[in-house]
Every structure is written in structure tokens, then in C-alpha cells.
């Protein structure tokens, strides 16, 4: 056989081989015959489930911020590629490649690891579920799982299938039915047959565009292997132990504050362990969150706040609203409590004023 002729055998053989898995990624979603609250439960059944994969996620939102807050800005503004391995709710990594370099997130049982490439140095926390978002909360199955929190059936609609990271994957829209939610509608597909989310559209009130978009690129329902959601220091790296993941856990841990039961209307959630200092309120993609901070802390939020030009005072103090996040600061240098949610600028001022009335610092 001549150079020629075995070449293009080599080329037939890889396209027959490699044509059907081609294929099978773009064909076009099979209809799916589950109602709404159907693919609600399946969504719900698969919340420990072990996967690993990719992500993309896009975030439109430009927050004014402090250092303390930065990396939350981050994820609502920028596009970030995720890798991703998922043993259970406990136990998983979430590696964020960017253009300025790579970050690592690990959970593994109580601990949490902070792993910044670059500057070869890793951090240790305790793990805290009361804190600021990061990376593992914009995957398609937290954050849908989040959206869907207290969801009602009449919430609940159904959306034309898609085929996400080459699974079929039933599409699911939540409606919300509260008024003081800023937040117009949340497009959920998850996979037909497992009920994992593969991806989630963020809409805002008045907005065509969703604000924060989440979709896997690569799936595999698998289980990964335990050593990759294990931190092991590479010789060279600076490992440091501190005392709170971020700003929301330490305040949750240590801040000398007691939230009230409840704010403009929305109940504190969370589990008994996990009620501190900070209170997390409303469900779903009506909440609020209420985070006590040192005054110079606050002090500094409240200038970058005014900075931006759109920011409002009031009584009950600066304010700012960017896509369906309100963020408002109150006055004075001791006991501020920041106030942010997915809830109309009038909810958080009503939020703040029963914080004041109700809270207490100890």
C-alpha cells in the first residue's frame, strides 16, 4: 500500500470513528414529556449526585466594591471557565482558569482550601455555608438549586428542550410570583435522564439579557477520584491557616450581633448550626442577607458606593441598585449592618429599618 492510500485509510477510520460522538453533540434535544414540576423533583433528586466537567459563566453586572468584596464582583461581572470535580455536597474542587491566572477552591469536609497558582500560597479556613458567594455557587446545579428554593408549582413553567454538554436536558422557567423580587424569570435545562441542571439564565426586571448565565461544556456522571477533591501542598507552596473563609463567615462567627427573626416580611432561613451574626433571609430569588460590619469597613463601602455616580441616601442609608441587586449601607461608624438581596430598593429599606429596630448588638 502506498504512503498515500494509508494515509487516507487513517483519515476514513478516524472520521467514522470519531463522527458519531461529533454528531451526537449537535443533534438537536429529543422533546421531553416531564411537566414543570416533574423536572422541579428531578432537579432536586440530583443534588448529591458525583459528577465532574466544565463551565462557562458570565456575569453583566458592574458592582462598585471594596477590597473585602471583590471577588463577589468578579463573579457577577466578568467571564470566568470552571473546571470542575464533584464527589458530593461536602467534597469537591472548582478550579477558575483566567486571563490573569488560576484559582482553586476545595472543599473537603469542614475545611475549605484557597489555592492561588501564581503566588504559590493556599489557604485554610474552616468551611462556612454562611458566607460571601464564590466559584461552586455559580454551577448550574447550585445555582438552580438556589433559584428554586421555595418555589411554587404556579411558579413553575415549561421550556423547549436543549442539548447542553451534549445531554439532553429538559428546559424549566421559575416565574416569580413575589413583587419584591427584582428578579423577572430564571431559565433552568437540566439533564433528562439524571435531573442535573447543565444550565441557568439569570434575567433581571426590564432586562432582555440575562445578568448571570451558567452552562456546562463537558459532563461526565461519574465519580471522580476522592485524590482530586483532597488538597495535597505542591513542595514550594506557602500553606497559611485563618480564622474565616470571608468577610460574611467571619462576621457570621464572630461579630457580636443578633439579627432579628425576620425582615420586611422575608423569615431567616438556614439551619440551627449555622445561625450567627448574619442573617440570610426570603427564598429562592426573593432573599436578603444582612451582614454586620466594622465601621471602617463600612465607611469604605458606603464611599465606593457614592462613587458610582447612581447611588441614593436615605434615612436609612446609602443605597445602590445594579441589575436585581440592591446593596444599602447605613449610617454611622459603629453596629453598620450591610443589607443586600434580590429585592426592590423599598424592601431593603424596609429590611434595614427592622434590623434597627430589631437587631442588637451584644
Same mark, same amino acid.
Given at each position: 500500500m502506498t504512503p498515500a492510500r494509508r494515509w487516507l485509510l487513517v483519515a476514513v477510520v478516524a472520521v467514522l470513528v470519531t463522527?458519531?460522538?461529533?454528531?451526537?453533540?449537535?443533534?438537536p434535544a429529543q422533546a421531553s414529556s416531564l411537566s414543570a414540576v416533574e423536572i422541579r423533583a428531578r432537579i432536586q433528586q440530583s443534588a448529591e449526585l458525583s459528577w465532574s466537567g466544565q463551565a462557562t459563566t458570565r456575569g453583566t453586572l458592574q458592582v462598585p466594591v471594596t477590597s473585602s468584596f471583590s471577588a463577589v464582583a468578579g463573579l457577577l461581572s466578568d467571564e470566568s471557565q470552571l473546571r470542575v470535580w464533584w464527589h458530593d455536597g461536602a467534597h469537591w474542587r472548582v478550579d477558575q482558569t483566567r486571563p490573569t491566572g488560576e484559582s482553586d477552591l476545595i472543599r473537603d469536609g469542614g475545611l475549605a482550601t484557597q489555592w492561588r497558582f501564581e503566588s504559590?500560597?493556599?489557604?485554610?479556613t474552616p468551611y462556612?455555608?454562611?458566607?460571601?458567594?464564590?466559584?461552586?455557587?455559580?454551577?448550574?446545579?447550585?445555582?438552580?438549586?438556589?433559584?428554586?428554593? !421555595?418555589?411554587?408549582?404556579?411558579?413553575l413553567s415549561r421550556l423547549p428542550a436543549r442539548r447542553v454538554a451534549g445531554h439532553d436536558s429538559a428546559g424549566l422557567r421559575l416565574d416569580p410570583a413575589d413583587a419584591r423580587s427584582t428578579i423577572d424569570h430564571v431559565d433552568i435545562w437540566a439533564d433528562e435522564g439524571s435531573g442535573l441542571p447543565t444550565q441557568v439564565e439569570v434575567y433581571a426586571v426590564g432586562?432582555?439579557?440575562?445578568?448571570?448565565?451558567?452552562?456546562?461544556?463537558?459532563?461526565?456522571?461519574?465519580?471522580?477520584?476522592?485524590?482530586?477533591?483532597?488538597?495535597?501542598?505542591?513542595? !514550594?507552596?506557602?500553606?497559611?491557616?485563618?480564622?474565616?473563609?470571608?468577610?460574611?463567615?467571619?462576621?457570621?462567627?464572630?461579630?457580636?450581633?443578633?439579627?432579628?427573626?425576620s425582615v420586611a416580611g422575608l423569615a431567616r432561613r438556614g439551619e440551627p448550626s449555622d445561625l450567627g451574626a448574619v442573617g440570610?433571609?426570603?427564598?429562592?430569588?426573593?432573599?436578603?442577607?444582612?451582614?454586620?460590619l466594622r465601621g471602617n469597613i463600612a465607611a469604605a463601602?458606603?464611599?465606593q458606593l457614592r462613587k458610582s455616580g447612581s447611588s441614593t441616601?436615605?434615612?436609612?442609608?446609602? !443605597?445602590?441598585?445594579? !441589575?436585581?441587586?440592591?446593596?444599602?449601607?447605613?449610617?454611622?461608624?459603629y453596629g453598620a449592618v450591610l443589607l443586600a438581596g434580590t429585592v426592590t430598593p423599598a424592601t431593603l429599606e424596609k429590611a434595614a429599618s427592622d434590623v434597627r429596630a430589631h437587631g442588637r448588638f451584644r
Open positions: 463522527t458519531p460522538a461529533v454528531l451526537r453533540a449537535h443533534w504559590e500560597k493556599a489557604t485554610v462556612s455555608t454562611v458566607r460571601l458567594p464564590d466559584e461552586s455557587d455559580v454551577l448550574p446545579p447550585t445555582l438552580a438549586a438556589r433559584m428554586l428554593s !421555595g418555589a411554587k408549582p404556579s411558579e432586562r432582555h439579557r440575562p445578568v448571570l448565565a451558567t452552562q456546562l461544556t463537558d459532563l461526565d456522571l461519574g465519580v471522580p477520584p476522592a485524590s482530586v477533591t483532597q488538597f495535597h501542598a505542591p513542595q !514550594g507552596v506557602k500553606v497559611s491557616f485563618h480564622a474565616a473563609i470571608d468577610a460574611a463567615a467571619g462576621a457570621n462567627a464572630f461579630a457580636p450581633f443578633v439579627p432579628p427573626s440570610v433571609y426570603g427564598r429562592g430569588p426573593t432573599a436578603v442577607i444582612a451582614i454586620p463601602l458606603r464611599a441616601d436615605t434615612a436609612e442609608g446609602t !443605597g445602590l441598585s445594579v !441589575g436585581p441587586l440592591s446593596v444599602l449601607v447605613p449610617p454611622g461608624h
